[in-house]
């Protein structure tokens, strides 16, 4: 098993940036393909970003692509996601979680129910 632990949301204005940190416990971490999605209020959990196991290969959203970037670090146990242009669209509550398959080859699950492991979440607020 793996915990996640989110952090680094907060109020930015448009146009401004964030990054979100999620640290992962458990020794097979880095086996793991890792995603961000989000939920804002009275909508269903979305997909945002996926990274591979090894970091070698990624996948965005089309709302996000040219704007976020995933990144990990498997010697921390660390999975990031850097938000640039942020807009008042994005707010949310942004969540990180864990997929057993991977993402070897590039061939990534996006859907919430393919992810087993999911940390508590990190309110994102963009102001207009």
């Known amino acids: 098993q793996v915990q996640l632990v989110e952090s680094g949301g907060g109020l930015v204005q448009a146009g401004g940036s964030l990054r979100l940190s999620c640290a992962a416990s458990g020794r097979t971490f880095s086996t793991y393909a890792m995603g961000w999605f989000r939920q804002s209020p009275g909508k269903n959990r979305e997909f945002v970003s996926v990274?591979?196991?090894?970091?070698?290969?990624?996948y965005y959203a089309d709302s996000v692509k040219g704007r976020f970037t995933i990144s990990r670090d498997n010697a921390k146990n660390m999975v990031y996601l850097q938000m640039n242009d942020l807009n008042p669209e994005d707010t949310a509550v942004y969540y990180c979680a864990a997929d057993r398959s991977g993402g070897i080859g590039g061939d990534f699950r996006t859907r919430p129910n393919d992810f087993f492991s999911w940390g508590q979440g990190t309110q994102v607020t963009v102001s207009s």
């Open positions: 990274i591979s196991w090894n970091g070698a290969k990624t």
